[in-house]
């Protein structure tokens, strides 16, 4: 199985620094929010019994599923961003560049006009399949254009094709569904349960171990698609495979989180200039830092302002994009 | 004498168009051959062909006593070693990372390096010259050097023939013999691609010259490099004037005039269409 003395050495260490850092943010993040919780109740909820009915439902209901539905949600986005720009070769690419955002957006439409009552569980089904349906239009029209290469392009044209479909129906249907609409897509953490967890932390888990087994193959596909083919990887079937797999982790978190952005394109790149850029650190560094990234944003999402949560997404975008301006700003200076 | 690889009757077509007619030859262990000839004489697609890169091809490759289309992906890689028109990568690969990539064709899912293997990797580095350069980027190299570092990830391989796709394109004259030189002294059985036929003369026991995909020759060096028949394939006049010191033959082209060329041009086309 893994042989763990392959991220020994320096890389070990910084794995070992980002292992304590997610524990000590988890405990953290789970004393911060309206309700006022101290380390002691946390504690004595976990290894006993908690001290009222009121903090057993905030720490068991609440604390606990938001904060590891976070975790799992930035892991499977961090690594589907890992894996996304190094098969396809394009340092900007993005798991929602697929148009599974604009894909689980329509989904989400159209389960809010059909079965306005049903939500709890149509919403986040029919946010998947919409997804879903995405991935395969644009698998099907790049397998048509036989280029792969043409994937992302084609995500951008699907993308914009569902969203406009979804805009329409939006705007001759019911404000309030509008509302609940664009609420859902900015991203939030504030209705997951322990059932999501077990379901995004399950696609994660293989994710990674998927990952884990080709890691060489996709190593290869850093010096090309040639390259990778002289050395034995049928390279059509590999990219189809973890596309596919990114695809899923993807719409699974979209289907319970919304939308949260710029996770799969950021946190690759901060990982890349800590542990480099083969396959296994990038995705043991990317998960670890994209699943603290994640919690830490949902601390600040519930708690920067008083009475109000703001949607986990808005912050992950506005960070996103202050990240970007920051990297062109340096390939300027050194570049 | 037993063939590594024995190549008869291969014809290659896309869309109708003749890419390769009726190609024969035969590799044995220790042969270093050139493909030569003009910008579309199918020399690339002929190299294609035998990695099984390009899958629809007619006639028989023999490799290793086996048809090439029984072999595996991953024995195919442990027979052939590509050192080929890379696309630059477009994260920062350390050399080491490129090297360790010729692991590949030996590794099961999920393993990971042992100490045999980081010890193969250096040892490649080391024959290549490369050795203190392990952690350095591989796109901060010069041409030269980055394809040093390709054919240490061949050595890795432990692949039985190197496959050389223009090993001198973009080097200048003093890397293009360095290159060249480490082939040689590889010990290999080496096929590659080239331009320069003097470098080709230099360096290789054997050539193939080949124009608009036929197999024009396929013999030593002295009898390839005919200038009479250079001339008929180039297009220009050809002259031959061998290193007496080195005991090479070498050929040189003089230009003409562009009426004359496009004259020749258009006679070429019309025996060729």
């Not at chain 2, 028989?60 to 086996?66: A, S």
């Amino acid at each position: 199985m893994i042989n763990l003395k392959a991220i020994k050495g320096k890389n070990g260490w910084i794995f070992a620094c980002l292992i304590i850092v997610t524990l000590v943010s988890i405990v953290i993040s789970m004393t911060v929010g309206p309700a006022k919780i101290s380390y002691g109740d946390i504690f004595q909820c976990v290894v006993n019994t908690c001290n009222s009915p009121m903090q057993d439902m905030v720490i068991w209901q609440i604390r606990i599923p938001r904060v590891l539905v976070g975790l799992v949600a930035g892991m499977g986005l961090a690594c589907a961003g890992a894996i996304l720009q190094n098969v396809t070769r394009n340092p900007l690419a993005d798991p929602y560049l697929f148009g599974i955002i604009s894909g689980a957006g329509l989904g989400a439409t159209i389960a809010i006009l059909i079965l306005p009552n049903q939500q709890t569980l149509a919403l986040p089904l029919a946010a998947f399949l919409g997804a879903l349906f995405s991935v395969v239009i644009v698998f099907g029209i790049a397998t048509l254009l036989r280029n792969m290469n043409h994937l992302l392009l084609t995500g951008v044209a699907v993308s914009f094709m569902l969203g406009s479909i979804s805009h329409f129906i939006l705007y001759l249907g019911d404000p309030f569904a509008t509302n609940r609409v664009i609420f859902w897509l900015m991203g939030s953490l504030t209705r997951v349960e322990m059932f999501h967890f077990y379901l995004i932390a399950a696609m994660v888990v293989i994710t990674l171990l998927t990952i884990f087994a080709l890691h060489r193959q996709i190593d290869a596909l850093l010096l090309g698609d040639e390259s990778a083919e002289s050395l034995g990887v049928n390279v059509n079937k590999l990219r189809l495979i973890l596309l596919a797999l990114c695809a899923a982790v993807t719409a699974t978190i979209v289907a319970y989180c919304g939308g949260i952005g710029f996770v799969g394109l950021m946190i690759p790149h901060i990982v890349r200039q800590l542990v480099g850029v083969t396959t296994m650190p990038l995705i043991i560094g990317s998960a670890l830092v994209g699943g603290c990234f994640l919690v830490w944003v949902d601390v600040l999402a519930r708690s920067a302002l008083d009475n109000v949560e703001i949607p986990i997404g808005i912050i992950t975008s506005a960070i996103g994009s202050i990240f970007f301006l920051a990297i062109m700003y340096r390939t300027r200076k050194t570049g | 004498m037993s063939h590594l690889l024995s190549v008869g009757a291969l014809s290659w077509q896309v869309d109708k168009k003749s890419i390769l007619n009726d190609i024969s030859f035969d590799l044995t262990s220790g042969d270093i051959v050139g493909i030569i000839g003009p910008n579309g004489a199918g020399k690339t697609s002929l190299l294609k062909c035998l990695l099984n890169q390009h899958k629809n091809w007619q006639g028989e490759i023999t490799l290793n006593h086996k048809p090439l289309k029984q072999h595996k992906p991953h024995e195919l890689a442990q027979i052939f070693a590509l050192v080929g028109q890379n696309s630059p990568p477009i994260f920062d690969l350390k050399v080491y990372d490129v090297v360790r990539m010729g692991l590949l064709p030996y590794k099961a899912l999920f393993a990971s390096d042992n100490h045999r293997d980081k010890a193969d990797i250096i040892q490649a580095l080391e024959k290549v010259g490369l050795a203190d350069c392990k952690n350095q980027f591989f796109n901060t190299l010069s041409g030269g050097e980055q394809q040093r570092v390709l054919i240490a990830k061949a050595l890795v391989q432990k692949a039985k023939i190197l496959v050389l796709d223009e090993p001198t394109n973009h080097l200048d004259i003093f890397y293009q013999h360095q290159i060249l030189q480490l082939v040689k002294a590889l010990n290999i059985t080496v096929i590659m691609t080239i331009h320069d036929l003097n470098l080709a003369a230099h360096y290789c026991n054997r050539l193939l010259l080949l124009d608009h995909g036929n197999l024009i020759s396929n013999n030593s060096v002295d009898k390839v490099l005919n200038p009479e028949t250079l001339t008929q394939v180039f297009g220009l006049p050809c002259y031959r004037d061998d290193d007496q010191q080195n005991h090479v033959p070498r050929v040189y082209f003089s230009p003409m005039p562009a009426t004359q060329q496009v004259e020749l041009h258009n006679q070429k086309q019309g025996e060729h269409s």
